[in-house]
């Protein structure tokens, strides 16, 4: 089977603006999370979905929103970038929310 | 403040020495999973623990889940250079997965 795959890989953005990342799960996984990983924070978990419905949800604002299409992709948006918001944007699949099966992750700058 | 607490945050050793790193919580958790991390790559699971008391072993690396199965170590005896990674301990319950902040270990040859 293949991997979880994000797109991009890379991407720089500045302040204020807003950025849409891509998350392809492992055929047949339902479920699918996001995490924020920083050096001072960790892997800080998002929100999670399953069967396009948003199951569990982080302790994150507003600005950061996500979806899950039938076919079980998922992507996340950041609205009104901040200099906090650089970061390694991981996803990752399962069967069911135990064990993840992460992608490589989109590394976020923001300038 | 995390959920899962880890220790030490940075470990550096030489090749040969043996460590142990934690994972702490007050909360309860149905199981316990460890992860490693390398550079530029995301998180792979390493070893599930779901009983208390249960110890696994992978290879050089063995893992034990608390009696209360409130925390957790990883012990790796005769460390390699290979070794060298992120280690993310996490916890599950009820369909919720919190993870610590990890444990970076560097293992010099």
């Known amino acids: 089977k293949a991997g979880v795959t994000q797109t991009p890989r890379y991407l720089i953005k500045t302040r204020g603006q807003q950025v849409t990342l891509s998350c392809s799960p492992i055929?047949?996984?339902?479920?699918v999370s996001w995490y924020q990983q920083t050096p001072g924070q960790g892997l800080q978990f998002l929100f999670e979905y399953f069967s396009e419905t948003q199951r569990n949800k982080g302790n994150f604002p507003g600005r950061f929103s996500g979806r899950q299409f039938s076919n079980s992709r998922s992507e996340m948006n950041v609205s009104t970038l901040e200099l906090g918001d650089s970061a390694l944007y991981l996803c990752?699949?399962?069967?069911?929310?135990?064990?993840?099966?992460f992608g490589p992750g989109t590394r976020l700058t923001v300038l | 403040t995390q959920l899962l607490e880890q220790s030490p945050q940075f470990l550096s050793i030489q090749e040969g020495e043996n460590l142990t790193v934690y994972c702490n919580s007050s909360s309860v958790f149905s199981s316990l999973q460890w992860y490693r991390q390398e550079p530029g790559e995301g998180p792979v699971l390493l070893v599930t623990v779901v009983t208390g008391g249960e110890v696994k072993k992978l290879k050089r690396l063995t893992f034990q889940f608390g009696d209360a199965r409130k925390d957790s170590s990883l012990h790796i005896t005769a460390a390699q250079p290979g070794d060298t990674g992120l280690y993310l301990c996490a916890g599950v319950n009820n369909n919720d997965m919190r993870f610590g902040a990890g444990t970076r270990l560097t293992v010099k040859p």
């Open positions: 990752a699949s399962s069967p069911e929310m135990d064990t993840q099966y």
């Open positions: 055929s047949g996984h339902r479920s």
